[in-house]
């Protein structure tokens, strides 16, 4: 080619390429798992153990001072919930938060930027009592809490005890669950609605029901109809419409619900359809069907899949497999996720936990593999397209594997 051609040719070729449609780049599943206060991302590519990374950290890298502020910096827990296209939030999500409690209130002495009030800072955290943090596309903090108020009458002052799921309705009313004490025999957990207000900030609430047996995180049918496990009453319950449109349906103190809805026993762990499953701690929806894969937690551990009406339909993960599975989601692939307590068999107690996942071959489930081990209390799970939240997910860094002493042993 002569050195005239050159120049044209060249010039053409970047200007065909410049105005050549742009390659979009690969989207593909995040697992996102919360564990010990902080938000885990599992970028999974179907083999075990794929890279795990951190979308949320809890604390700066020196609770003690003002120097190195951490990406996020909140204390999170349970699934994470989009707004719903209603609400106008694009890309905007919650998730239980309890960072105040825990870095200013539990904490002795206080993390240096609890005395922090400028919200320009970026080490402000607020003085909330537990609730859900909303954080924007980028998984950032967006300064906004939602919660009911502090009740300094009570020997937990923070208002709710545990918060924990969460579920949008498609009108933007938002239903989450506190677990209470979470003890057998206590049945103190809620089941509670936030309605959307003024600049679309959820400030006013409803309680549906004060007497839950440590609920799970609750879920919600295509015809609205809400389902929470209760654990410690062996049962997951069934509530249906009608539901609360604002404060005025529960206009007393104790903001419950004036007229409830109807509840009935979805699944009766240990009976004649239950399918082995005893304790049912969790459930999620079987894609493309109105079925759902419910977990049991103990006595035994197990996952098996259910129609709509409750009734058993096959077994997923065999008895005693799964160690102590908690919260579930699918993928885009079918393929079921779930968290694991991995309780001491003989005291009950909290060990390391771990992330699991189960892929489908011909519609088939095959045997459990192990996505991440070392956790601590790992409980929610919820699968995210990686274009969902717009961060550089392999950019992000690496999530911490903790000595097993940390996490409460092997």
Known sequence: MSARWFGPVLLG??????????????????????????????????????????LIDPDPADPDSLTLPPRVGRHVNGKLCFFPSSV??????????????ESCLDRHSPQARCAVTDRRNPFFLGMDPDGWGVFGRTGRWRQEHIHTPWNFSAPQPQGNIDPQGCVFAHDGRFFGND???????????????????PGRRYEGFCFLDK?????????????GNLYVPEPSLLRVSKFSP????????CDNPAHLVTTPPTKTTFLAGGSAVAGGLNIPVSMVRVPGTDHWYIAGVLGPTIVNEYDASGVFVRNIVPANVAKNPIGMDVGSDGTLYYAELNLDPKTLGTRCGSMAQVRFVAGEPQPPETLGVHLSFPDGVTVVKSSQIAVKWRRLPPSPDVPASACGGE
């Open 242 to 249: 009608p539901f609360p449109t604002g404060p005025a349906d």
């Open 13 to 54: 070729t970047l200007l065909a390429a410049s105005l050549a449609p742009r390659r979009a780049a690969a989207v593909y599943d995040v697992v996102l798992n919360a564990q010990g206060e902080f938000l885990d991302a599992y970028l999974v590519d179907g083999k075990p153990f794929p890279p795990r990374v951190v």
């Open 211 to 223: 007497a839950l047996g440590a609920p799970g995180m609750p879920v919600m049918d295509d015809a």
């Open 179 to 197: 677990v209470g004490n979470g003890s057998f025999g206590v049945n103190d957990g809620s089941l509670l609605v936030f309605f959307p207000g």
């Open 88 to 101: 106008r939030r694009h890309r905007q999500f919650i998730i239980a938060d309890d960072t105040y409690r």
